[in-house]
C-alpha cells in the first residue's frame, strides 16, 4: 500500500520557521520525485518544491524561492521541507506527492498538514 505521510505543520509566527517531513512507503522511493504542493482558502493548489530522489535536484517556485529547502533522506525514504522566513502568506495546508520519474503528473498523494503563519 502506497503511503505518503505529511507531518510537522504547525502555528509559527512571522520570521519563524518549520521543518515539515514527508515519510513514503509502498513505492521505489529512489526513482520518483516528491513534491510539496500547498493549498490556502480559497485559493488553487501551488506546487512550492520539487526534489528528485534519484539525484536531488530541487526546484521551487518563485514565492518560497530562498526561504524553503527540500531535502531527501533516501535511507529513511523521507523528504523534508524547511521553511525559514515564514510570511502570513504561507498559511496553507501543505501535501507531499510523488511523481514516478517517467511519469507527466504526480500520482501518490498524502493528507495534508496545516501551516498557520500568524502576523
Known amino acids: 500500500e502506497v503511503q505518503l505521510q505529511a507531518s510537522g505543520g504547525g502555528l509559527v509566527r512571522a520570521g519563524g520557521s518549520l521543518r515539515l517531513s514527508c515519510a513514503a512507503s509502498?513505492?521505489?522511493?529512489?526513482?520518483?520525485?516528491i513534491g510539496w504542493f500547498r493549498q490556502a482558502p480559497g485559493m488553487e493548489r501551488e506546487l512550492v518544491s520539487c526534489?528528485?530522489?534519484?539525484?536531488?535536484?530541487?526546484s521551487y517556485s518563485d514565492s518560497v524561492k530562498g526561504r524553503f529547502t527540500s531535502s531527501s533522506d533516501n535511507a529513511k525514504t523521507t523528504v523534508y521541507l524547511q521553511m525559514n522566513n515564514l510570511k502570513p502568506e504561507d498559511t496553507a495546508v501543505y501535501y507531499c506527492?510523488?511523481?514516478?520519474?517517467?511519469?507527466?503528473?504526480?500520482?501518490?498523494w498524502g493528507q495534508g498538514t496545516l501551516v498557520t503563519v500568524s502576523s
Open positions: 526534489i528528485s530522489s534519484s539525484d536531488g535536484r530541487t
Open positions: 506527492a510523488a511523481q514516478w520519474l517517467g511519469a507527466s503528473r504526480y500520482g501518490y
Open positions: 509502498g513505492f521505489t522511493f529512489d526513482d520518483h520525485s
